[in-house]
Structure formats: C-alpha cells, structure tokens
C-alpha cells in the first residue's frame, strides 16, 4: 500500500501528467465534459466514468471515493450547483491538494459547492449517517477492505441513495510467464514514469498480478450481502490502446525503479516487450461501472 501511495504521489505532483484528454475519452469521458474541466483535473487515472451513471440533480450531495485530482468531483458539482454539495476525499494529501488547485481554476465550479478532504477509507468515512445522495469512487476500491467500505458506504447514503463506482476487473488468470514477469516488476518497484495509454495498459497489468483486479460475481455478491438492492454492472467498458500501442513497453523509456541498477531496468524493459506484446489485455480484464441502491 505505502508503494502505491508513494506512486499516486508522485503523478500528483508531475506536471507532465495533465491534459490527457485521449486516455480520458477512451475510458468513458466525453470531450464536452473534458473541455469544462482544467488541464491539471484530465490526468487519466480512473477506469470509467462513473458520474455518467448518476441521475445528479441541483441540491444534491456527493461522495467520491478517492478522488485524485478532483475530475468527478468537479463534473459532478456542475450537476448538483447552486445549492448542492460534492465532496472528494483521497489517503494521498497532494493528490487532495491538486484536487483544491483545479477546484479553484474551474469556471463552471463556484468553490462553495467543492470540498475536498483527506481520509483513509480503511478506517471509516468520516461522515454522518444518511448525508449523501450518491457515493462514486474510480479505481480505488480494488486496494480497499471492500466489506468495511461498502458497510460505511451503506451508512453514510441516504435512503434510496446510489453507490456507483468503476473498476478493474478480472476475466481469466494471466499465463504464468507474465505473472512472473509482473511480480518482479512489482517487487522491485518499477512503475512507468508518465501516464500515457501504454503505461495505463501495464499498470492494469500490475494489477491483475497483484491480484486486486476485482470478480465481478464477487462484487455483486457482496454489494447484496452488505444490504444494497438493484445491484448491476452498467457499462463494461475494453481497456484501451490494445491495438493502436501494441507493444505495452512503449512506455518503457519512461519507466523507474527504485530497486534497480539502469541496466537492469533495460534488461527488464526488453523482457518486458518480449512476454506483453503478444497479449490483448482485453482477454484478462476490463473496465466494469457497477451500479447499487440503498433502500429506502
């Protein structure tokens, strides 16, 4: 976990990483939302576009569940303005930061319908019981306690209020070759330095060897079992840059670790390229948006 955060910190505070509106679109945003927004909030770090899946009314409160730079949280106060509320909340504090930044330089967004906080979720949302009317979160929940997260989710919602959120999820086991491969990627910290589609592709890679990549059934089984009703994938979505960035290590000049000599990490580069570019990453996971109820 502290791997992850040091990574999510470390694309907070790039300013490379902004104005990624081909990766955006690719997961689900559509340009017209894109071009509301300031560059800094267009980083590509979700896997959906959850906040499509909502009915967001004026007067209405939101949650979203590690919000990175903000991008939901901004799309969705456009919807809930000029009396409703839309909250972010991330365990990363520049991350939380950035969010404020591009808060302050978004038009369409007064910042008395914005507010963003720090929270780790594994222990507890810090909110009332029964406030919101929708909880979204966008590629996060796969690093959570998923039974604690939902159970807080549950509380905070008011009745007949919606939880919906998009995520990385598994279709089959990856070959044993770039299981192994992708381990020791993990274990020696390599990670690609930017976020092109490339490196989106291998870090959803890194993600299915991790084993956090979540099973749908599992999921829907889950949200059930926690009391939520009209449980439902809404959208599966293909991972993209499969075809067009056939070779994943495109993204391999880019890429660090911290547990590597420079020639070690052109080795690994090179074996890299050898074992994923023949995969489809769609064969092994997908991008799912999941859609629940809490009753009324």
């Known amino acids: 976990m502290d791997f992850v955060k ?10 490379t990483v902004r104005n990624n509106k081909e990766l955006m679109e690719l997961t689900g945003y559509e340009s017209k939302q894109l071009d509301k927004l300031p560059p800094d909030a267009i980083m590509g770090i979700g896997c959906g576009n959850p906040t499509a899946e909502c009915d967001l ?24 303005a000029p009396d409703g509320m839309a909250i972010g909340v991330d365990y990363v504090p520049e991350m939380v930061e950035r969010a404020e930044q591009n808060a302050k330089k978004c038009p369409d967004v007064d910042k008395d319908n914005t507010d963003f906080r720090i929270n780790n979720l594994n222990g507890g ?32 919602l008011k009745p007949g209020g919606y939880f919906v959120f998009s995520e990385v999820t598994v279709k089959k086991t990856l070959p044993q070759k770039a299981d192994d491969l992708l381990q020791e990627a993990f274990d020696n910290q390599v990670v690609p330095k930017g976020n092109d589609v490339a490196s989106k592709v291998f870090r959803v890679y890194i993600t299915l060897a991790k084993g956090d990549a979540i099973v749908p059934s599992e999921i829907l089984g889950l949200l059930k079992e ?32 911290k547990k590597l000599t420079p020639d070690e990490i052109t080795d690994f580069k090179k074996r890299l390229d050898d074992v994923l570019s023949d995969l489809n990453i769609n064969e092994f996971a997908s991008f799912d948006t999941f859609s629940s109820q809490k009753p009324v």
């Open 6 to 15: 040091e990574e999510y910190r470390t694309l907070a505070e790039d300013e």
């Open 57 to 80: 009314l004026p007067g209405m409160r939101t949650l979203d569940l590690g919000c990175g730079p903000g991008t939901d949280v901004l799309l969705s106060a456009m919807k809930v």
């Open 125 to 156: 949302i810090n909110f009332p019981d029964n406030h919101f009317n929708y909880v979204t979160a966008n590629c996060c929940l796969c690093l959570l306690d998923q039974p604690k997260v939902f159970r807080e989710v549950k509380r905070v």
């Open 226 to 257: 926690t009391g939520f009703q009209k449980t439902k994938i809404t959208v599966s979505r293909h991972i993209p840059g499969t075809k067009k960035y056939p070779k994943v290590a495109k993204s391999a000049p880019h890429m660090v670790g």
